[in-house]
């Protein structure tokens, strides 16, 4: 539907009026009682999001937001060329984790799946638990997030036995309890407080089974999907998910995406191998009864002539019903994808102010800077999706393409420019003729521009467009807060006789494996104009982008003097607050930053010890004070050193 200026502006204005309003009212609460803001899901609430209304750190004052305190686990692992059964390499370790607040307490968990309990206005730890993971036995360790669990009748603060549960997932596939107030398992969940999520799986190598996003909670249920490692073989073990009683830790229902039709079940009675998985984070809306998960591309990324149909769900969000896991409603963003366009980030429920009216909507992003805005209860889109013809031309033998591909038609697309040799450019004139020759050299039709031999100029690569940091979305305006890589990369594949062992893009199975990488200089930077990656705002009711601005430098990644670029690539993502700020890691470099809502301007930033590629959060506690945390890790591309950084910054408290 179109949405005027006019409409626009009024919209503002009422905002702007309640935001005074509710200023007003936190200041003269204040006086008299300070009642928390807690954070108690990944992104702040189980319907996703990354905002909380705390706003006492406001624009006019968060220039003085100084270190309250930091905490650090001691787990981090540095890469190495190779290790393992497996023979490849083994990556730095990664520390992505968003913690959670309930009850004052603070739960957050290291890269190998420590989970520690602190006190979330001192940072003391409380206790911590140790599950035992083999930290070189995974390839990529990381560990977003943990969930909360409160038995229903249970009041808070809770006092009862397991009667509030932390819920983790580890690299080796278990699923574990622990007693929020002490840390101790739950000895009635499953077997001694774990279950073991590889239960119904056909078999694999524990490296390419893991789960490093924090479950989702429904009511009695927590639910978890899985990373299986892709691009390796065909029949990687099954996507399947599955939800379990939160008590108990029995098994109710599993959801393994494959088409009406086709056998669920492999011959040996294990869950189908080979299907979609669920890497990221999962959504759920308790008032109706819905699970919303977002998949992967079926294995292996970049071939697809073997699927047969089995892909139905592939990068695709699914709505699920709660109580058996059926499907109640699917929306594909990429049809037989064969570009590893799977879809990254939490689907996003909010309430879009249409008209006079709130509609229940999902927004969900994709890795080709493309959001799709559904109607949460039926999945159909709010504003039209226009199937457009898709690139054709080159697809290897054996590969069966889909004819065209979706593209939203309302909100704008994040990373739309067709990438043209003239496209090209470099610190010098020659690398920068050295980068038109590469871009000439690729196969190159655009967006969904098929795999080949020869190479194909894949743009946004794998990392995005966005990606599973983002979006964070105002709940109150529909201002959508989102992170956009914008790094040229390619994607070839090769015929099984020229592959070497290496299995890290086998696609055993197939005739071809493959080979990715970013599309960059003989100096090592992109191929393309910078910024390289962008903070973009977008109103989602009216269309529009209100800004965009580079987000991050080479400060932390280039000898001086090339510390002058704009706009480096990352993963993680941002935060929306009541106070008018977005704060955000998520780049290479060592900072963390705070951005005017409305205009985009740096207001604040303080140097890290590492890249935080993680997403800040934020909660005020029983006294009135705001914090934010953020996690600084780095990255396993080793693009930033390994850390396990903890740190929360507050507004210095006045002696009055």
Same mark, same amino acid.
């Given at each position: 539907m179109a949405v005027d200026r006019e409409s626009r502006r009024y919209r503002q204005v009422v905002a702007a009026v309640a935001r005074i309003g509710c200023a007003a009212l936190f200041l003269a609460t204040s006086l008299v009682r300070a009642d928390a803001i807690e954070w108690p899901a990944w992104a702040g609430s189980a319907a996703g999001g990354h905002y909380s209304p705390a706003a006492q750190i406001t624009r006019e004052n968060v220039a003085q937001l100084e270190l309250l305190w930091e905490h650090r686990s001691g787990d981090t692992r540095q890469g190495v060329r190779s290790s393992g059964d497996h023979g490849g390499p083994r990556t730095s370790s990664s520390f992505q984790a968003t913690p959670i607040v309930v009850d004052e307490l603070l739960y957050y968990c290291s890269p190998f799946n420590k989970v520690f309990a602190l006190d979330s206005v001192t940072g003391t730890e409380r206790w911590r638990f140790d599950p035992g993971v083999d930290p070189n036995a995974d390839l990529l360790p990381n560990c977003r997030g943990v969930s909360y669990w409160r038995s229903p009748g249970a009041q808070a603060p809770v006092a009862g036995r397991c009667d509030a549960r932390?819920?983790?997932?580890?690299?080796?596939?278990?699923?574990?309890?622990?007693? *929020?107030?002490?840390?101790?398992?739950? /000895?009635?969940?499953? #077997?001694?407080?774990?279950?073991?999520?590889? *239960?119904?799986?056909? /078999?694999? +190598?524990?490296? /390419?089974?893991?789960?490093?996003? %924090?479950?989702?909670?429904?009511?009695?249920?927590?639910?978890?999907?899985? &990373? +299986?490692?892709?691009?390796?073989?065909?029949?990687?073990?099954?996507?399947?998910?599955?939800?379990?009683?939160?008590?108990?830790? /029995?098994?109710?229902w599993a959801f393994n995406p494959v %088409?009406?039709?086709?056998? #669920?079940?492999? %011959?040996?009675?294990?869950?189908?191998?080979?299907t979609t998985n669920v890497w990221s984070v999962i959504s759920v809306d308790a008032e109706r009864g819905l699970v919303f998960v977002p998949t992967g591309n079926t294995s292996p990324d970049y071939y697809g002539g073997h699927r047969n149909g089995l892909d139905e769900y592939s990068s695709s969000v699914v709505a699920l019903n709660a109580r058996d896991g059926s499907v109640a409603w699917s929306f594909q963003t990429v049809h037989h994808d064969v570009w590893d366009y799977d879809v990254p980030s939490q689907p996003t429920l909010v309430e879009l102010p249409l008209g006079e009216a709130r509609t229940p909507a999902l927004v969900q992003l994709t890795k080709m800077g493309h959001t799709f805005v559904l109607n949460r209860e039926t999945g159909t889109p709010i504003w039209p999706v226009e199937e457009r013809p898709a690139p054709q031309e080159g697809a290897v033998p054996g590969e069966q393409l889909s004819p065209t591909q979706p593209y939203p038609t309302h909100v704008p697309i994040l990373n739309n420019v067709p990438l043209s040799p003239d496209d090209a450019w470099g610190l010098t004139p020659w690398d920068r003729s050295v980068c038109r020759e590469r871009i000439e050299a690729l196969h190159n039709r655009g967006l969904f521009t098929p795999p080949t031999p020869q190479g194909s100029v894949f743009f946004p690569g794998n990392g995005g467009g966005n990606n599973w940091g983002s979006p964070a979305i105002d709940p109150d305006t529909g201002i959508m807060i989102v992170m956009t890589n914008r790094v040229p990369s390619f994607v070839s594949l090769k015929p099984r006789s020229e592959c070497g062992d290496n299995p890290l893009g086998a696609q055993l199975g197939t005739p071809y494996c493959s080979d990715t990488g970013w599309l960059v200089s003989p100096l090592g930077v992109p191929c393309t104009e910078p910024p390289w990656a962008t903070l973009d705002a977008v109103d989602l009711v009216a269309g529009e982008i209100l800004w965009s601005i580079p987000l991050g430098t080479t400060r932390h &990644?280039? %000898?001086?003097?090339? =510390? =002058?670029?704009?706009?480096?690539p990352g993963i993680g993502g941002p935060l929306l607050t009541g106070g008018g700020l977005v704060f955000s890691g998520g780049n290479l470099d060592f900072y963390l930053r705070a951005f005017d809502r409305d205009s985009g301007a740096e207001l604040w930033r303080t140097e890290l010890p590492t890249a935080a590629n993680a997403v800040p959060m934020t909660y005020q506690s029983a006294g009135g004070r705001q914090i934010v945390v953020v996690a600084a890790g780095g990255h396993w591309s080793g693009a930033s050193p390994p850390g396990d950084h903890l740190r929360a910054y507050a507004l210095p408290v006045r002696a009055d």
């Open positions: 932390i819920f983790v997932g580890t690299l080796d596939a278990r699923l574990i309890a622990l007693d *929020a107030l002490d840390g101790t398992p739950c /000895e009635a969940f499953g #077997a001694a407080g774990t279950v073991d999520v590889t *239960a119904g799986l056909s /078999e694999h +190598v524990a490296y /390419e089974y893991s789960i490093t996003s %924090p479950p989702a909670i429904i009511d009695n249920l927590v639910i978890t999907g899985s &990373m +299986v490692l892709d691009n390796i073989r065909v029949d990687v073990p099954s996507g399947v998910v599955r939800a379990y009683d939160a008590r108990s830790g /029995e098994l109710r %088409p009406k039709g086709q056998a #669920a079940l492999n %011959p040996d009675g294990t869950f189908r191998s080979g &990644m280039a %000898p001086f003097p090339f =510390w =002058w670029i704009k706009g480096v």
